[in-house]
């Protein structure tokens, strides 16, 4: 059974710093079969990609966070995380962790769609000016 747990979130000023965190259960994180992702979504807004680490450790962000947020994924501990520096309000949302299991015939990823197939719950993020 596939479960992702998020973690971190909270309230915190403008200019701050969160680290959120997604425990994976049934896969390996890292793994060469695995895209891991972070979105987030705001109250009537769709939810919109953070971030991607795909199966071949790759990285990709969403243009509008100018190089505030780091992706990561620690094997070991069999977890992903989402370094997010100088935060502003705009970044208040519910942020969500997601995993997408390699399908047949490719590595296909599918970020920033939300077209992964499993999801955490999500945790809040409230960024205070």
């Known amino acids: 059974q596939v479960r992702l747990v998020e973690s971190g979130g909270g309230s915190v000023e403008s200019g701050g710093s969160l680290k959120l965190s997604c425990t994976v259960s049934?896969?390996?994180?890292?793994?060469?079969?695995?895209?891991m992702g972070w979105w987030r979504q705001s109250p009537g807004k769709e939810r919109e990609g953070v971030a991607v680490i795909d199966s071949e450790h790759k990285t990709r962000y969403a243009a509008s966070l100018k190089g505030r947020f780091t992706i990561s994924q620690d094997h070991a501990k069999n977890m992903v995380y989402l370094q997010m520096n100088n935060l502003e309000p705009a970044d208040t949302a519910m942020y969500y962790c997601a995993a997408e299991p390699l399908k047949a015939g490719g590595g296909y990823c599918p970020y920033p769609s939300t077209d992964f197939e499993y999801w955490g719950q999500g945790t809040q993020v409230t960024v205070s000016s």
């Open positions: 049934g896969y390996t994180v890292g793994a060469e079969y695995l895209h």
